[in-house]
């Protein structure tokens, strides 16, 4: 049940988005459970290191004794030259030979973090962007219109740093800000879910 029976909700201000100038239009409380926690920096980690070898794949690559040019022919005799026995000269004991446990790509680094962990990793995310004020509620995600300028003024005076996400309750974005945004690299659009 909210609010919970022991914590005290977080207040924060929600502000407007129509004029650049900031507007404070009351407060809001936010859930302790998910604004008030604890920022865990091992579980922040594991998250950011797992985000960032989600994509990653190598492309290192070496060839084995089968793949190396030549080496057909057996370079000598079994029996009888005094010399060891050999079948290739492209075997993994030759120089110019194939590399036995080497890199075959593509080899992919995914893997799946368990469900906790990244619910934890973004309740701790949230908390530590809202104790360092980086995080703000807005009433409304519509801007006035569509003009790249009028949106990096916005960022520019609210202070907001040089990349922002915007989160929005709904998937269908508003249609200023989507094309307000679409030029500009570091100004993202996503759904809460």
Known sequence: AFPPKFKAPRQVWVSN???????????????P??????????????????QQLYRHVSYANTKMRYEVRGGGKKPRQQKGSGRSRHGSIRSPIWRGGG??????????????????????????TLSAKLAQDDLHIVDSL????????????LVEERGW?????????????????????????????????
């Open 17 to 31: 988005m129509d004029t650049v100038e900031e507007e404070k239009l009351g407060l809001i409380d936010l859930h």
């Open 33 to 50: 459970e998910v604004f008030a926690e604890r920022p865990r920096v091992d579980i922040i980690h594991e998250n950011v290191r797992w």
């Open 99 to 124: 590399i036995v446990h080497g890199p075959r790509s593509p080899t992919p680094y995914f893997y799946m973090l368990g469900f906790n962990t990244r619910l934890n990793g973004l309740r701790s």
């Open 142 to 153: 519509d801007i006035p219109t569509d003009d790249p300028s009028y949106l990096e003024k």
């Open 161 to 193: 740093g040089p990349a922002v996400l915007f989160v929005d309750d709904n998937d269908i974005m508003p249609l200023n800000i989507t094309a307000a945004s679409d030029s500009h690299g570091h100004y993202n659009l996503m759904p809460v879910y």
